[in-house]
């Protein structure tokens, strides 16, 4: 192995390794045992949600799709994740997420550095079909892990029937998926007011 290789491979390690932080970012969603949710728990789900969906519509580049839900959430590293509840400046956050994102990755070789910075970016503008598909994934996966989660009293369930629909009316089968996603949330609610 030549020398360019071998820092290129220990770029890459050095990259992993910095990437458990998110095993260790915790989110504002518990599973159902009663733990807190990491950041790296949802991004797998919201992966494997998509990857499953693949033969269901082919029209999509589902490659591309995984790639963006696997790297969504990686500029939540070092400051964490802040729950959708919670009204913020949203182009700061972003401005945020790419500086953390930048740092996180800054160890890799530049062709890494652009795959996932130019993933990360087209998922956030949400322009094409794939990052409609990941940005509406990633909410449905949220709302699963919150109706299927053992979560505090106060948990506000009516928040996830609005969370994320401006992605829903995409594509036939993501409609679907949320309906069932929406009836499930309304048996929570239901459940939740009868106590």
Same mark, same amino acid.
């Not at 990941?134 to 506000?156: R, V, W, Y």
């Given at each position: 192995m030549n020398t360019e290789n071998q820092i290129k491979v220990e770029e890459i390690i050095t990259f992993i390794k910095?990437?458990?932080?998110?095993?260790?970012?915790t989110r504002t969603a518990w599973t159902s045992e009663g733990k807190q949710e990491s950041v790296a728990e949802h991004s797998w789900r919201l992966a494997m949600l998509a990857l499953v969906l693949t033969p269901y519509i082919p029209e999509v580049n589902f490659s591309k799709v995984i790639s963006m839900c696997l790297v969504h959430d990686l500029g939540e590293a070092y400051e964490g994740d802040i729950s959708a509840t919670i009204? %913020?400046? &949203?182009?700061e956050k972003l401005i945020n997420e790419e500086r953390d994102i930048l740092r996180l990755i800054n160890t890799l070789p530049k062709s890494s550095k652009e795959m996932i910075t130019?993933?990360?970016k087209e998922y956030n503008e949400a322009i094409s079909i794939e990052a409609k598909i990941a940005k509406s994934l990633d909410k449905m996966e949220t %709302?699963? &892990?919150h109706n299927q989660g053992k979560n505090p009293s106060d948990f506000n369930y009516a928040f996830n029937l609005t969370y994320g629909t401006e992605y829903v009316t995409i594509n036939e089968i993501i409609e679907k998926l949320r309906k069932i996603i929406d009836d499930d949330t309304h048996i929570k609610l239901s459940d939740k007011q009868e106590k």
């Amino acid at each position: 192995m030549n020398t360019e290789n071998q820092i290129k491979v220990e770029e890459i390690i050095t990259f992993i390794k910095e990437l458990e932080r998110l095993k260790n970012i915790t989110r504002t969603a518990w599973t159902s045992e009663g733990k807190q949710e990491s950041v790296a728990e949802h991004s797998w789900r919201l992966a494997m949600l998509a990857l499953v969906l693949t033969p269901y519509i082919p029209e999509v580049n589902f490659s591309k799709v995984i790639s963006m839900c696997l790297v969504h959430d990686l500029g939540e590293a070092y400051e964490g994740d802040i729950s959708a509840t919670i009204p %913020i400046d &949203q182009d700061e956050k972003l401005i945020n997420e790419e500086r953390d994102i930048l740092r996180l990755i800054n160890t890799l070789p530049k062709s890494s550095k652009e795959m996932i910075t130019s993933l990360w970016k087209e998922y956030n503008e949400a322009i094409s079909i794939e990052a409609k598909i990941a940005k509406s994934l990633d909410k449905m996966e949220t %709302i699963i &892990q919150h109706n299927q989660g053992k979560n505090p009293s106060d948990f506000n369930y009516a928040f996830n029937l609005t969370y994320g629909t401006e992605y829903v009316t995409i594509n036939e089968i993501i409609e679907k998926l949320r309906k069932i996603i929406d009836d499930d949330t309304h048996i929570k609610l239901s459940d939740k007011q009868e106590k």
